[in-house]
Structures are given as structure tokens and as C-alpha cells.
């Protein structure tokens, strides 16, 4: 099975771009730049070739009959101590659909990209060259972002010869090419379908994200001066918060989409053994499907938050930090992903996305789904993450037949 193809090549670039902790092909850096060029010397191998646009992705492509393209996507650069499968299997299962299709000149055109900076590892900014080759990129917002040593996100692009003023230019060559499809294969990253049991899922859209940090302000006072009745304690409304948003989020939770919220960081003043917390911050990072249950989610955290407030005798403001709409993937292609995963592993789930990925970006310029490998022990940027060879196999596999389905459905359009 020509799947063993793919599996031994992300093999071998797992062995030239990781050391004992994981995955090192960091975005903008030495050993990204050498994935490509591992990913060159493949390529050449086949007669194809990758060229660069000016956000920095690598394009390669298979001209059609007709010039309208089915785009396949994904990211050969990793977090740092990443696994050998997040991005990656997406590159090299689209490079496979080239390969398949080379012989006999496909009706439509096919198109691999390998956006530049995904996970934001380095500047905190994910999803960077498929936001410039969306357009939805504001230079000004990344431009002076540093990295940990202080290298500005513009002197790094510079490096590797991408001017990030003109990144969002990279919309104009996309639209050149009549995209009329995105496909991208990737791990879930989560153990939902392994809890199933099955290899392969056609994810129905990815979540919508609400992020805030949240300052709760009380009086700072001596911990063995003060009765219990007399304080003010902020960290105590932090904390009766941080469970009523759990309830929350497992009160709307429904058996098809999941709502999770997290407080990831906790912050207390003065933070001594022996006073009372007098001010709390924390963060909260909601997410939902469905616009109407992130909205709901938001309002109930913010009652409940007021009320933990009041019972606490504190104040509490929200700072929003971020927020992301969700995001359903195209009705037509989630039938054909759903179609081929079926007739491949004899089963069909659908699964939300709660990662974001390039394909929310793609989503903006044409029609798009992802299909889902399943993750050992739902474990990803990390050198644990894994997936069983028949799974993967069994997944790259519905993944052809997606494009193959993808193809055919372009090529009966009308032409542009
Ligand atoms: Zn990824």
C-alpha cells in the first residue's frame, strides 16, 4: 500500500529534524529551512518542485486540464519538541495525492502548500503565512512581536527573505490560481476518536474561542489577624469562578460538540504564606461550535463571576484578550470527506476541531474541510505524540479518496 510511502518519509524527516526531546523544525529557523530542503530533494525525486510566495509559503503544484485548483494543505514546521506527525502527515499525504495523480494529467489542478508558521511557536502568532495568503493579516498587529531572545518577528522574516508588509499580498497569487477547494489532513491532537475507536473522523468545523483574564480586587490583610467572615478574599471569587465555569461548560455540552473552558494561569498579590489574597487574576479560555453557546457560556461565566464577586465581598473587571468565531467547515466537502472516510475504515464520526488550523484561514477564500488521524493517548506537541501505523495508514488512504472525490466534484463546476 502506497500509504507506507508516506509513514517512511515523515520517518525520515523525523529522524534528520528531531533530537531525544522531539521535533525541532521551529518556523524561521535552521533546522525549518532544512526540512524544506529534505522536502526539495524529495520532491525532485518525483519531477515536482516547490516555490515560495511572499508570505513565505511553499507551493507545489500539479497543473490540471483546467486551471480552477484543489488546494491541499498543511505545515512542516513544528513547536519545539513537537511530534513527528502534527503539520507534517499534511504535507506528505497532499505531495502523495501529487504523485498519484502525475501520470495522467488530473481534469483540475492540485496545489500542495506548506504555510510558513503554523503553530506561532516562536512569536506567539499561529497561523502566520496562511493569514498573509488569506489576506486577513494586519502587519502592524505582528511586526514588532520578539522572540524570547529579542529578535523582532520582522528581522526574522527578513532573514529568510519574506518582507512582512507584503505578506498579505500573497492573496493576490492564490486568487490567481482559482482555488475551489481546501483539503487538510491532520492528528486531532485530542483522544476523542480514540476513545471511539477508530482510526479516522471528518471534522465538522473548529471551535469559537473567547479569552479573558479576569481581575478580581479585594483588600490584602494579616492571615491570622482577620476572621473568615471578615475578608475579602480575590483568590476565593477566582476560584468558586474557575468551578462555576466548569459547570458551565458541562452543562451545555452536548454528546455531538463539547464546550470546555480552562483557567490556565493564576495570579496572586501580594502571593505571600501569610496574607489574604487581595487581588486575583486569571485567565479563562472558553470554546464552542455553536456562536449561540459561546455566547451563552460567556454570559454565564460573567454572572457567575459577578456573583463568586459578591460573595467574596470583592470587585471584578474582564479584559478580553482574544476572540476567534467558530468556524463550520463546507456542507458539500464534510459530505465527501464523511463519504470517504466510510467507505474506507467502515466508519464515518465527526468531530469538531477544538485546535485552530490553517484551514480557518484557507475558509475564508473557498470552500474547505479537514479529516482527522486519530492520536495516541490524545497526546500532540510532544515527542509522545503518535498514532498507530494501521491507523495512519487506513487515514491516508480516505484522504486520497477525498482528493479523488474533490477532483471530480470541481471538474463537473462549470469553468470560471
Ligand atoms: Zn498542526
Known sequence: MRACDVIAELRALAARTSDADGAQRVAWGPVWRDARRWLDEALARDGLRAETDVAGNNWITLAGTRPETVVIGGHLDSVPNGGWLDGALGVLAGVEALRRHKDRTPPVTLAVVDFADEEG????????????ASASLVPD???NLV???????ADALAENGVDVDRMPEARRALDARRPRAYLELHIEQGPVLESMGRSTGAVIGTYGVERHVLRFVGQAAHSGSTPIAMRRDAFLAAAETALACRDIARRLSTPESGVVCTVGTVKVEPGIVTAVPGVCEISLDQRALEPATLQRALDDAREAASRAAAANDVRVEWRRVWQIDPYRFDPRLLALCT??????TGHAPRLPSGPLHDAVEMARVMPAVMMFAMSSNGLSHCKEEDTPEADLEATIEAFQRLVDKTVAMVAAEEPA
Open 121 to 132: 511557536a516562536r512569536f506567539g502568532r499561529s497561523l502566520l503565512g496562511s493569514s498573509g
Open 141 to 143: 498587529t505582528v511586526r
Open 339 to 344: 463519504e470517504a472516510v466510510q467507505e474506507v
Open 147 to 153: 522572540d524570547r531572545q529579542g529578535t523582532r518577528l
